[in-house]
């Protein structure tokens, strides 16, 4: 089982992003999804989530009404659109599966998750 992210990079403020997520080994279409992030010396954080059916998610505060996270489940794959890019948004982007879950309705903590892919680096010039 394994899980890819990719599509991170350098961008300046004000710009956008968008990561992508596939699995492999099994299927994660009906459990939740989701994004972390850990900026440089801080811990690592919950950015958004996702559950099994694809309009219910959930996001961080500092993330609402600019990320959109998504899935595509004919691709077992995850998205994570970032608009209006801030330097508070850099950091390493993870993403993460939790088999016990399909619905997702508060924050992730990341003891619940069970997969982590490696991440991909997400910089954001000021």
């Known amino acids: 089982v394994q899980l890819q992210a990719s599509g991170g990079g350098l961008v300046q403020t004000g710009g956008s992003l968008f990561v992508s997520c596939v699995a492999s080994g099994r299927s994660f279409n009906a459990y939740v999804m989701a994004w972390f992030r850990q900026a440089p010396g801080k811990e690592r954080e919950f950015v958004a989530g996702i559950g099994g059916s694809t309009t219910n998610t959930y996001y961080a505060e500092s993330v609402k009404g600019r990320f959109t996270i998504s899935r595509d489940s004919t691709r077992n794959t995850v998205f994570l659109q970032m608009n209006n890019l801030k330097p508070d948004d850099t950091g390493v982007y993870y993403c993460?599966?939790?088999?016990?879950?399909?619905?997702?309705?508060?924050?992730?903590?990341?003891?619940?998750?069970?997969?982590w892919g490696k991440g991909t680096l997400v910089t954001v010039s000021s």
């Open positions: 993460a599966a939790d088999l016990g879950s399909a619905v997702i309705s508060r924050p992730k903590e990341q003891h619940a998750m069970d997969y």
